[in-house]
């Protein structure tokens, strides 16, 4: 397993502008502006396209409910200051429905906020009613995703495609009052959709076996280029501002580049979707124990032969 990058407890729940205004979420808008195309995918589309807009809408989380799953974190957050928000969850969540073993919620819940059901733990949800809420939620974005990624689309600016649910962070602070930017000079701000894409990758350090590349070759190598494009999401954006990813009318606060970075990162998911779809779970080899022969000592250790034990 190739090591991409490490994941640490400032990653999970980086400097949060809670002041921010609803333009700067993916969820009050439609998506960011000028999406390049990109070669259709290959699977064929499951559903007509009246079901599918159906089940679009069946499952789509709406923006009040994005807030609830953020206010039970940051409940959470005030027990454990180590429980991340729901950017991380996000592309958390992105790669556990690419992985190639269908990883169980009791499982990856625990490593998420570090909470259990069965012994210690940093985190924990107030009560099982804040446990069973989150689940739900979570549950409805999990269906939301699986939905997007698994929909045919030419680009990514179609309604049907896979939207991460991020946060213009610096737009954020950038349209804050003088007295509150200066409070927060010094700190750490994310560049667009960094938090998201260090989920990802904390899921894949999190079960690398699930990550190794197949034995394909040309599998793995488009493999190993989608899990790059994630990774160069997790570098800061270290170039010039020149647009802002909600709105043409905004100040700037990322690069061109971010913005192809994003779109690449996003499409590696697609790709790592279908890869491992196409490749199924892991096979675990079965290896027959040696049979010992008639004249050997028995390997029940009764010092008999084993003819004369369990092979007779």
């Known amino acids: 397993m190739v090591h991409y990058v490490r994941i640490t407890a400032k990653h999970k729940s980086p400097v949060r502008c809670k ?33 599918l807009t159906e089940a679009l809408a069946l499952h789509e989380m709406s923006p009040e409910e994005f807030d609830e799953i953020d ?34 919620a009791s499982e990856y819940i625990e490593v998420l906020l570090d909470v259990s ?4 733990s940093e985190g924990s949800f107030a009560d099982a009613a804040q446990r069973e809420r989150f ?8 269906h939301e995703v699986v939905t997007a990624l698994d929909t045919e689309i030419k680009a990514l600016d179609d309604e049907a495609a896979y939207q991460p649910e991020v946060m ?5 602070i950038a349209a804050l009052p003088e007295e509150e930017r200066a409070a927060m000079a010094g700190d750490e701000v994310p560049a667009f959709a960094r938090v998201w894409a260090l989920g990802f990758m904390f899921a894949v350090e999190s079960w690398p076996e699930e990550w190794a590349a197949p034995r394909d070759k040309d599998a793995a190598k488009r493999l190993d280029a989608a899990l790059q494009a994630v990774v160069a999401l997790t570098e800061d954006d270290e170039g010039e501002p020149e647009m ?41 080899t079965l290896r027959k124990q040696a049979t010992p022969g008639r004249n050997d000592l028995c390997s029940c250790g009764s010092g008999k032969k084993y003819k004369k034990c369990h092979g007779a």
């Open 168 to 172: 213009d962070v610096r737009g954020a």
């Open 244 to 284: 802002s990813p909600f709105s043409d009318d905004a100040p700037p606060t990322m690069s061109l580049a971010r913005l192809n970075t994003f779109v690449d990162a996003v499409w590696a998911v697609y790709d790592l979707r279908e890869i491992w779809r196409s490749i199924g779970p892991r096979v675990e």
């Open 135 to 142: 689940l739900q939620l979570w549950d409805k974005r999990w």
């Open 117 to 120: 059901e069965d012994g210690p």
């Open 19 to 51: 002041t921010c205004r609803p333009e700067h979420r993916t969820r009050q808008n439609t998506g960011i502006p000028h999406f390049y195309q990109a070669p259709p995918m290959t699977q064929d589309p499951s559903q007509p396209a009246a079901d």
């Open 71 to 104: 206010a039970i974190l940051d409940e959470m957050r005030t027990r454990f200051d180590e429980t991340p928000q729901w950017e991380f969850c996000e592309g958390f969540m992105a790669a556990l429905v690419c992985c190639r073993r269908p990883i169980p």
